[in-house]
């Protein structure tokens, strides 16, 4: 495909979220130009149901897609690429990355055989997760909780709030109390908000526990996609929300320190 320097990848998540995909990508794609997309007038997609989600995300990735002519999208969000991803293809004539829980990774690291996964409500329900499951970790126990407190703290300690250990506990002894959930040695965080929280589950998980999550790989996967292609970006990278920009109160420092302007809305 033969692709201007300054056409953008549009990172696409519900909130912000997929910025720690962002966070990947810029390391391996320092130069290029990127649109993200949040949709907080959406957030959170974790307690939607399937066919809003599927509509929400064609829908809002058509019409970015025709604004901003991206060379590529990704969604950055495990919800919607594990309900949405094919529907987005058909209709997006771009390469789509998405992004789902890291299960194959998980697998290949865990000692005792059993890998926890946190994601939303949505997410741990789809016949997605219960595929990747089957194709990638037979044989091994898979022990999946859902968080929805979790979308919401992360979202706030981005704008610089503090997050209730009490969530990140009900988390733990959760997937603790369930049949074989002493033997967890790898957490999959299948929610692009989670590894915002790094710290904190590490924490409460402990150091015997690894966690992993699809950022790099998602990454990886997109330099891999637009090899070749020229890259150069303007002075900052664009942040756009749906609804209110006031919906981005609060992000200034995060997004300034990722090298984003100020949010704008779509
Ligand atoms: N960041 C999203 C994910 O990866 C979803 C959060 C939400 O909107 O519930 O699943």
Sequence with gaps: MNVEASSPILLFDSGVGGLTVY???RKVLPQAAVIY???LAGLPYGTKTE????????GLLGRMSERFRPRLACIACNTASTIALGMVRD??????????PAIKPAAALTRTGTIGLVGTDATIRQAYVDDLE??????KRLLRIAAPGLVEAAEA?????????ALIAEVQGGLAAMPGGSGIDTLVLACT???LLGQELAAAFGPEVALVDGAQGIARRIAQLTEGQDFARGSTNRFVVTGPIAGAAGLEAALAARGFGPAEGF
């Design 51 to 58: 066919a809003q989600i599927a509509a929400r995300v064609a």
């Design 157 to 165: 300690k981005l704008r610089g709030g503090t997050v209730d250990p």
């Design 193 to 195: 908000h989670f590894p």
């Design 134 to 139: 089957a194709k990638f970790a037979k044989g």
């Design 91 to 100: 209709v997006l004539e771009i390469p789509v990355v998405g992004t789902v």
């Design 37 to 39: 997309a949040a949709d």
């Design 23 to 25: 966070d990947a990508l």
